[in-house]
T-cell receptor
Framework: NAGVTQTPKFRILKIGQSMTLQCAQDMNHNYMYWYRQDPGMGLKLIYY???????DKGEVPNGYNVSRSTTEDFPLRLELAAPSQTSVYFC?????????????FGPGTRLTVT | QKEVEQNSGPLSVPEGAIASLNCTYSDRVSQSFFWYRQYSGKSPELIMS????GDKEDGRFTAQLNKASQYVSLLIRDSQPSDSATYLC????????????FGKGITLSVRP
């Protein structure tokens, strides 16, 4: 199993550009999450999904969109990139093990908006 | 009060010592508690999870949970330089809510 994979690893965007961060998992997990991590800060939840076709906002959803058309994939879309979106983005997945949700993370995407 | 709070760091211990990392949480309904290790430039890695009051041991790691006092701690025995990393505490409220709330993390440095 590859676990959770993310592409690209690094990206530099100009202000106003758009891009999609890809996330895939091969563990058949129902739950998937997108976080951002800024230096010295913890992880902030952007969006999450409890299954294909179901998504919901997290703590910091503004400027982002998601979709979940399959169990495996959970792409994050940035529209009109802004310098405030410079961050490291992590995708994670988990499964319901008797209402216990251990999340497993992908390697991350380091995004710079200039 | 922050939902999940980790005591201020960074923490520095000599090799072979016990490192003690603490975390408090504000929501009494919290059910599941996790410790993640994050090396610089890498993603968080789950190292311990605990759901019941008391201690849970896994190798050199011991997680301790006290729901009445709303704290969870991580002890690392015989600390090694390879344990130098940031440790993130995460809390889940349980039920159908699968979301985790993370603390800011504490950076541990193990001196050879």
């Amino acid at each position: 199993n590859a676990g959770v994979t993310q592409t690209p690893k690094f990206r530099i965007l100009k202000i106003g550009q758009s891009m999609t961060l890809q996330c895939a998992q091969d563990m058949n997990h129902n739950y998937m999450y997108w976080y951002r991590q800024d230096p010295g800060m913890g992880l902030k939840l952007i969006y999450y999904s409890v299954g294909a076709g179901i998504t919901d906002k997290g703590e910091v959803p503004n400027g982002y969109n998601v979709s979940r058309s399959t169990t495996e994939d959970f792409p994050l879309r940035l529209e009109l990139a802004a310098p405030s979106q410079t961050s490291v983005y992590f995708c994670a997945s988990s499964q319901d093990r008797g209402l216990i949700y251990e999340q497993y993370f992908g390697p991350g995407t380091r995004l710079t908006v200039t | 009060q922050k939902e999940v709070e980790q005591n201020s760091g960074p923490l520095s211990v000599p090799e072979g010592a016990i490192a003690s990392l603490n975390c408090t949480y504000s929501d009494r309904v919290s059910q599941s508690f996790f410790w993640y290790r994050q090396y610089s430039g890498k993603s968080p890695e789950l190292i311990m999870s605990i759901y019941s009051n008391g201690d849970k041991e896994d190798g050199r790691f011991t997680a301790q949970l006290n729901k009445a006092s709303q704290y969870v701690s991580l002890l690392i025995r015989d600390s090694q330089p390879s344990d130098s990393a940031t440790y993130l505490c995460a809390v889940n409220k349980g039920g159908a809510n699968s979301k985790l709330t993370f603390g800011k993390g504490i950076t541990l440095s193990v001196r050879p």
